[in-house]
């Protein structure tokens, strides 16, 4: 594959590449240091990549929360923020933008996506219920368990083992849910938290068949779907590419379908909507839509800005219509596969298939002279800005921090450092210099060292969380 900015097309007889759908009107520099700025830097942010100044990054693929490049047309939409306390217009356009792409009546904004989760754990969950979920996330079940729910997983087994190619490894397993109704009872559930483009998985999707198979399961049991929408124009991408009966249908269709299923949804808006702050709850069920709305008054502001000024609703209600624009989703999701075709090339371990929003680098067979007590992800994820100034994140036995029973570390089949791409703000020579300096780090992988962690908060320790290296 060439070296370009753009990516080739599959179709052999077509060679020619295809480029991002926009041009780039503003730029910010970036800042390159040295290697022993870096080292300093990282053994003062504690071996923990969240600890670092940004600008100390040169390429920050930490997340893609927040981090996208807004549009000139969401930029206009700013300067015409109406900061009123309440009935705002933007926040009228925020509705009707989430009620045309997603297709739910009623919408009450929020900051962002863990406050949408707050609210709906709170409401939603009566003590001791579970909550099956297809996979963890971390916030999400941090919600689930202060609201004294229990998470169940019931992914496919495919989306734990990072080499297996399954094209929909976010599917949800029925027996699973059979098996929980069986032991618990259908009032042991909540609701079903399903999420598109799952995150802890490696940004995998479902397919829309295997949905329309869990949804008929929740209709006959009465048990809601609430999807965790986040990343879920990705997995509509997947979907059309992928999944017979999809090919060359609007992504807008069929996220309007995948949605169709679900009573609701709980939505970080820093990454599909494509701006800098927001979230929402959307539903259509009128009775959780009344509640929702005397809560977020309490905890985030009046229901017409949820802690929102004017101007953020605006710019996520334009971002909700240029979001579903086929051009824009493919130039996104083949980024992260050019980036993944760079290190599968090299020979480095991954999670196959790439997912939609990070690349996700399998510490496990990385490091594989690491035990996941010494911290695997955590150490490669540190090695690599040491090398490079490239800052990822570590998704593994940190990340799944301890089981509220036990007090025991979660030990996650996945130990992943995640090599997460905003949304138009980097080219391909920026995920050149990524590739290069992973294939780098891959020749010198046994000199990287273990660490322990010295300093463990209480929650999402993954975000604080200190560590030093073991000194052999
Ligand atoms: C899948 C998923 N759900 C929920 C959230 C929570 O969203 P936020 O960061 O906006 O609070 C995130 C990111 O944090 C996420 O990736
Ligand atoms: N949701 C964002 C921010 C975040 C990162 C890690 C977390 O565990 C929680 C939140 C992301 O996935 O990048």
């Not at 998704?395 to 007090?407: F, N, Q, Y």
Request: neutral net charge; aromatic residues 10%; charged residues 25%.
């Amino acid at each position: 594959m060439r070296r370009v900015q753009g990516r080739e097309r599959k179709d052999p007889v077509d060679k020619r590449t295809i480029a991002e759908p926009y041009k780039i009107k503003v730029v910010e520099p970036l800042r390159a240091t040295t290697r022993d700025y870096r080292a300093e830097k990282i053994r003062e942010a504690g071996y923990n990549t969240f600890l670092l100044r940004s600008e100390d990054v040169y390429i920050d693929l930490l997340t893609d929360s927040g981090t996208s490049a807004m549009s000139d047309n969401q930029w206009a939409g700013m300067m015409l923020g109406d900061e009123a306390y309440a009935g705002s217009r933007n926040f009228y356009h925020l509705e009707a933008a989430v009620q045309e792409i997603y297709g739910f009546r009623y919408v009450v904004p929020t900051h962002q996506g863990r406050a949408a989760e707050h609210i709906t754990s709170q409401l939603r969950i009566k003590p001791g219920q579970y909550v099956p979920m297809n996979m963890y996330f971390t916030t999400t079940r941090e919600h689930v368990e202060l609201a004294h729910g229990i998470f169940y997983d019931c992914i496919i087994d495919e989306a734990h083992d990072p080499a297996n190619p399954h094209p929909f490894k976010g599917n949800v397993d029925l027996a699973k849910l059979d098996r929980l109704v069986q032991e618990k009872g259908r009032d042991a559930i909540a609701y079903l938290s399903l999420a598109p483009c799952v995150n802890m998985a490696g940004g995998q999707p479902f397919s829309m068949g295997n949905l329309r198979q869990v949804a008929a399961w929740a209709r006959r049991h009465g048990i809601p779907i609430i999807f965790d929408a986040t990343r879920a124009v990705e997995n509509a991408y997947f979907i059309q590419q992928r999944e017979p009966g999809y090919a060359g249908k609007p992504v807008r269709e069929i996220l309007r379908e995948m949605m169709s299923y679900g009573e609701g949804c709980t939505m970080s808006s820093k990454k599909d909507n494509l701006v800098n702050i927001g979230g929402f709850i959307a539903t259509n069920n009128e009775e959780f839509f009344v509640q929702a709305k005397e809560m977020v008054v309490v905890y985030e502001g009046l229901h017409t800005y949820g802690g929102l000024a004017g101007r953020d609703m605006e710019a996520i209600a334009r971002g909700i219509y240029e979001m579903v624009d086929d051009a824009y989703i493919a130039s996104r999701v083949r980024q992260v596969e050019y980036l993944g075709s760079r290190l599968r090339e090299a020979g480095i371990p991954i999670v196959e298939p790439v997912g939609g929003h990070a690349v996700f680098v399998d510490a496990k067979r990385f490091l594989s002279h690491l035990p996941q007590e010494e911290f695997p992800a955590q150490a490669l994820a540190a090695a690599l800005y040491v090398d490079s100034g490239v800052r990822g994140m570590e998704r593994g036995i940190v990340s799944a921090g301890r089981d509220p029973v036990t007090g025991e570390h979660r030990r996650p089949k996945l130990e992943l450092v995640r090599l997460t791409i905003p949304r138009r703000v980097y080219t391909n020579l920026h995920m050149d210099v990524v590739a290069e300096s992973c294939i780098a780090l891959y020749g010198e992988r046994r000199a990287i060292r273990g660490l322990k962690m010295v300093y463990e908060p209480k929650k999402l320790r993954f975000f604080q969380a200190r560590f030093e290296p073991i000194v052999p």
